[in-house]
């Protein structure tokens, strides 16, 4: 097993001392051997997969944020939010409808080339009564703009 496969499967709770065991490496010797090959430290190549692993799922399910959270590995909010804004620039509520805002916005632009202008309109008037844009109403124009000149 490698130190990124172990950190792979066990993101949420795997420990160093416990790698450096099933590898039957010295505790120290593999964290400093992990620092000159990646240039990061264990705790910051968990933390990148955790955060990276939280993107996935903000953009990819309906779970909350808080057992997001809670699914990555992190029993603090407060850190986890922090360390999120951190890493992606924004809190991870507004990342989820940033991300889903975007991926609707591609999937409305697909459907707008292959349906007729009554269609169109028909697509964009569900959309924006459903809450397709990220939960927020937007008006017909606004959006129209963005699918035209995005």
Not at 33 to 52: N, P, W
Not at 71 to 83: L, P
Request: hydrophobic share 35%.
């Amino acid at each position: 097993m490698t130190v990124l496969s172990y950190i792979e499967e066990h993101y949420r709770d795997g420990e160093l001392s416990e790698l450096a065991g099933e590898l039957h490496y010295d505790l120290y010797w593999l964290s400093r051997e992990i620092k000159r090959r990646t240039g990061a430290t264990y705790t910051e190549l968990v933390q990148e997969k955790r955060l990276s692993q939280a993107a996935y799922l903000l953009t990819n399910t309906a779970m909350s944020v808080m057992d997001i959270g809670l699914a990555v590995g992190y029993e603090n909010m407060s850190y986890f939010h922090r360390i999120f804004q951190k890493k992606y620039g924004t809190t991870p509520r507004k990342y989820r409808v940033r991300e889903t805002e975007s991926k609707n916005m591609l999937q409305i632009r697909a459907l707008f080339y292959t349906k007729s202008v009554q269609s169109q309109l028909e697509v964009l008037e569900r959309c924006i009564n459903t809450g397709f844009f990220g939960g927020r109403r937007k008006k017909k124009e606004q959006v129209l703009h963005q699918i035209y000149t995005n």
